[in-house]
């Protein structure tokens, strides 16, 4: 399939831009709500996530436990391995990953030191994950491991684009499909 180079590259980062840009918006961090937005191009699959770090772990401070840190550390693993969407054969894998954990003030003597190590605000998971999957250019429908996953995730705001579709939908905790409507 002979892909076009700038819309391969535009097309995720104009629909991934939106959950980014809400990341950066105190308004737009809510507890039990996320976002996860993708682009598909034939069989690659470009993926966003950006939910408040309660969502995932149960708290948005510096770890201060071996159970927290734990937490931690097993949701930056399992984001890191997981195909946060997949045919309904299970055809994604996941080519490359990046995980972040953004909010905590890591700061010791540089600039910004009045935020300190407090560690108290608001913090996010970001994920951004490429993916290849095999029948993608079929599927009509996907699904998400995130509602079922994360015990804290309420509501899932969705967006997708790619081929002649895109959309968006509105997942609640234990809902997993998602209708492309093609």
């Not at 951004?128 to 994360?150: I, K, N, V, W, Y």
């Amino acid at each position: 399939m002979k892909r076009s180079g700038n819309r391969f590259l535009l097309l995720p980062l104009s629909l991934l831009a939106g959950a980014a840009i809400s990341a950066e918006n105190p308004g737009a961090h809510q507890h039990g709500h996320a976002e996860l937005s993708f682009a598909v191009d034939g069989n690659r699959v470009e993926v966003m996530f950006v939910s408040p770090a309660y969502n995932v772990v149960g708290f948005e401070h510096e770890a201060r436990t071996e159970d927290q840190t734990r937490a931690l550390k097993e949701a930056n693993d399992w984001f890191a391995g997981t195909p946060l969407i997949d045919t309904p054969d299970n055809t994604c894998t996941v080519v490359s990953s990046d995980v972040h954990h953004t909010g905590q003030h890591h700061h010791h003597g540089h600039e910004g030191e009045e935020h300190g190590d407090h560690g108290d605000g608001h913090s996010a998971f970001e994920v951004t994950q490429t993916l290849e999957c095999s029948g993608m250019q079929d599927a009509s429908r996907l699904t998400t491991p995130l509602t079922t996953r994360f015990e804290r995730l309420e509501h899932l705001d969705v967006e997708w684009a790619g081929g002649m579709s895109q959309g968006a939908t509105r997942l609640k905790h234990g809902e997993a499909g998602i209708e492309l409507g093609r």
